[in-house]
């Protein structure tokens, strides 16, 4: 988990920087909309959302760019939203039913150690 400290000090600089400017950095490109205001929250969902994020991220910036050329900047929100989503309480709940329903689940790394 990220220091709450260092946190809280991002999230003040970066309340000092127009929105637009701030989502204009590359490190902003290709995240979920709400990734400002949710990436940066100093708890455990906000620690998810933001490394869900970057894993994603980094997975179709390196593997699978041509799929970012190839759609509109809305509709490449609306994607990673999704993904930004599924790290959220609800988007969590949602995808184990999902999975449960298709003959899968979700284990937590910590679970799957203690059940070799």
Excluded at 28 to 55: L, M, P, Q, Y
Excluded at 57 to 72: A, G
Excluded at 89 to 95: E, I, M, P, Q, Y
């Amino acid at each position: 988990m990220t220091n709450n400290a260092d946190i809280r000090e991002l999230q003040r600089i970066m309340g000092k920087i127009p929105i637009d400017q701030l989502t204009s950095l590359p490190y902003f490109k290709n995240r979920g909309c709400h990734f400002v205001t949710r990436g940066f929250i100093a708890d455990n969902t906000g620690d998810n959302e933001r490394i869900f994020s970057d894993v994603i991220k980094s997975h179709f910036e390196r593997d699978n760019f041509s799929v970012l050329d190839n759609h509109s900047e809305d509709s490449l929100s609306a994607y990673f939203t999704t993904f930004q989503w599924l790290t959220t309480n609800v988007g969590k709940t949602v995808l184990k039913e999902a999975l449960k329903q298709t003959g899968f689940k979700i284990v937590s790394i910590s679970e799957k150690d203690n059940d070799q």
